[in-house]
Each structure stands twice: as C-alpha cells, then as structure tokens.
C-alpha cells in the first residue's frame, strides 16, 4: 500500500508517496508561499496534490506533519505563528471529508523526531531527545515510539528555555550563529549562512573558530538541561548545520561532558540525524500506520 505523506514547513511543502516500510516511491517539494498565499493557499496546494497523487496511485492514507502547535486529536492547527491564517485549519476532517482516506496530522519537529527513532539516527534507541537546529530551535522527545506532547502540546519547545546567555533560540540557533558570524566578521549578515560560517572554520580563521565555539557552549547548556530533565538513551541533533558533524561533534561533546557527571551523559550520546528532510514524512507515516494497528 502507499501512503501520502506530506510535511508543510513555512519556506517549503515536501511531499512523498511511501509503503509501509518506509521506502519512498516518489518524492518532491514546493514553495509553501506562506506570505502571500497564508493558510487559505496552503490548504489550496494540498488538495490539489493529492487530488494529482489520487489520479496516478490509490492510497491508503495520508499523513501530515505541519509547523504550529497541533490538536492531534481533532487533526487541527490550534496556534501557528509564522503563517499567516494558518491557525484553526481543521487537516484531518477537511482531508478526510474530501478524499474518504484516514488522516493524521502532527507537529513537524515531533514528526521529525519519531522519522529519526522509526528509521534513522535513533533506531537502536528506546528513548530520545530530537534538537532541530535552524532558524529557531526545536525539540520533542520520543519514548518507544510515543510522543511526549505535555498538558498543553507545547512539551519540547526549548527555543524558549534559558541558560546562562540567554534563550536557546537566542543563543543557540542557525540564526544567531549566522549573526554573530557576521558581525565579527564585519561582512553583509544577508550574505553570510551556515555554509559560510563553516567555511571560514575550516579555513582556519580565529574570529569564525570563537564564535563557533561561543555557539557550541550555549547548545551544550541546553543540551545538558535536556539531559537531567528527560534522561533519554540519546540526543538526535539535526538541521542544516548540524551536517557539519566532524566539527560539531567533539565540541559539543566535550562541553556536554564538562556539565554532567558520566553517570548522567545520555548512554549513547549524540547522534546526528540521518533523514534530514525525509524524516518528517517519515514520523507522519508511522503515526498514520500505528493508528491503523500496522505496528
């Protein structure tokens, strides 16, 4: 059987037509148009890729893993901030009115998460934190396939915790390490991303090897946090940057050791994510499968 599974970020749509093994039979992405086309456009774009996916494949289902804090039950968006009236679009009985198909619908870095422990980073894991590294920073911790979603469904929001510099997504995402790049740098911050940074870091320079380093030591106080709140087998660390695993790994794994005691480390540590962009679709096709009792 293929499923659609289809993961709806603020920049990007990625969609994909996967069986039940979580192997991909096709799969591609477009602009999410966020600004322009607001929810409206959003709910728009997707009935008419499924209708298209409808009219080549039968499907058993679909699966969606969307940005904003989500009412899993009723299949429901109940707060979006970077979308423009995106908040109260009701996924599950619109999709499922519309095309007769079961739906699922859940948090992107949740889904993110469970794609990691099904089939990537975390799969000789029982339990694990996923940090997202981006534009923000993220979070969700998975415990044998369940999702720890707290009283208000906002369990893993650690943009919003604090440690000694600050807030993490202050002080310990993409963004803030593209910034601070720049500005000790005295280049154009508009021109300068993650492949930029890590450049400069291994071309050997001081300035960009110092910032780095501050980034590092604020991801590692949050990370250390997560380790005593939650003590999960392992830390799945993923987004763009975290690609740089060579450079990232040893510092980070070298702060997290200075903060806790061995005892407390994570037993297998950190991982860096292996699906990337694939992962959300993933956790969305799992959830959709356990529901259904596939597993």
Same mark, same amino acid.
């Given at each position: 059987m293929i499923y659609s599974c289809?993961?709806? *970020?603020?920049? %990007?749509?990625?969609?994909?037509?996967?069986?039940?093994?979580? /192997? &991909?039979?096709?799969?591609? =992405?477009?602009?999410?148009? #966020? $600004?322009?086309?607001?929810?409206?456009?959003?709910?728009?774009?997707v009935r008419s890729l499924i209708q298209r996916q409808l009219a080549d494949h039968p499907l058993a289902g679909i699966g969606i =893993?969307? $940005? *904003?804090i989500i009412d899993t039950e009723r299949g429901a968006v109940d707060y979006a901030l970077s979308i423009p009236d995106y908040t109260g679009t009701a996924w599950k009985s619109l999709l499922e009115n519309e095309f007769q198909l079961p739906c699922i619908v859940e948090n992107d870095t949740?889904?993110?998460?469970?794609?990691?422990?099904?089939?990537?980073?975390?799969?000789?894991?029982? =339990?694990?934190?996923?940090?997202?590294?981006?534009?923000?920073?993220? *979070?969700?911790?998975?415990?044998?396939?369940?999702? +720890?979603?707290g009283a208000c469904r906002s369990a893993g929001e650690i943009a919003y915790m604090r440690v000694p510099a600050g807030r993490l997504h202050?002080? #310990?995402? %993409?963004?803030? +390490?593209? /910034?601070?790049? #720049?500005?000790?740098?005295? %280049?154009?911050?508009?021109k300068v991303d993650g492949?930029?940074? &890590?450049?400069?870091?291994?071309?050997?320079?001081?300035?960009?090897?110092?910032?780095?380093?501050?980034f590092c030591?604020?991801?590692?106080?949050g990370l250390a946090n997560i380790a005593c709140l939650c003590n999960p087998d392992g830390i799945v660390?993923?987004?763009?940057?975290?690609?740089?695993?060579?450079? +990232?790994?040893?510092?980070?794994?070298?702060a997290l050791a200075?903060?806790?005691? #061995?005892?407390?480390?994570p037993p297998k540590r950190l991982a860096f994510a292996k699906r990337q962009n694939d992962a959300g679709m993933l956790g969305a096709l799992y959830l959709l499968l356990h529901r259904k009792g596939s597993y």
């Amino acid at each position: 059987m293929i499923y659609s599974c289809i993961d709806i *970020g603020g920049t %990007a749509i990625k969609f994909g037509l996967i069986d039940e093994t979580g /192997r &991909f039979h096709k799969k591609g =992405s477009l602009p999410t148009e #966020a $600004a322009t086309g607001g929810g409206p456009g959003i709910v728009h774009k997707v009935r008419s890729l499924i209708q298209r996916q409808l009219a080549d494949h039968p499907l058993a289902g679909i699966g969606i =893993s969307t $940005a *904003g804090i989500i009412d899993t039950e009723r299949g429901a968006v109940d707060y979006a901030l970077s979308i423009p009236d995106y908040t109260g679009t009701a996924w599950k009985s619109l999709l499922e009115n519309e095309f007769q198909l079961p739906c699922i619908v859940e948090n992107d870095t949740n889904c993110a998460a469970l794609g990691e422990w099904w089939l990537g980073a975390g799969r000789d894991m029982d =339990s694990l934190f996923a940090v997202t590294v981006g534009t923000s920073i993220g *979070g969700a911790f998975i415990e044998k396939g369940h999702i +720890l979603h707290g009283a208000c469904r906002s369990a893993g929001e650690i943009a919003y915790m604090r440690v000694p510099a600050g807030r993490l997504h202050d002080v #310990a995402s %993409a963004t803030y +390490l593209c /910034r601070e790049m #720049a500005c000790k740098k005295a %280049a154009d911050p508009e021109k300068v991303d993650g492949r930029t940074c &890590f450049a400069w870091v291994r071309q050997g320079d001081a300035t960009a090897a110092a910032v780095l380093d501050t980034f590092c030591q604020n991801l590692a106080d949050g990370l250390a946090n997560i380790a005593c709140l939650c003590n999960p087998d392992g830390i799945v660390l993923g987004g763009g940057i975290m690609a740089q695993e060579d450079i +990232l790994r040893p510092k980070l794994e070298t702060a997290l050791a200075a903060r806790l005691p #061995a005892m407390m480390l994570p037993p297998k540590r950190l991982a860096f994510a292996k699906r990337q962009n694939d992962a959300g679709m993933l956790g969305a096709l799992y959830l959709l499968l356990h529901r259904k009792g596939s597993y």
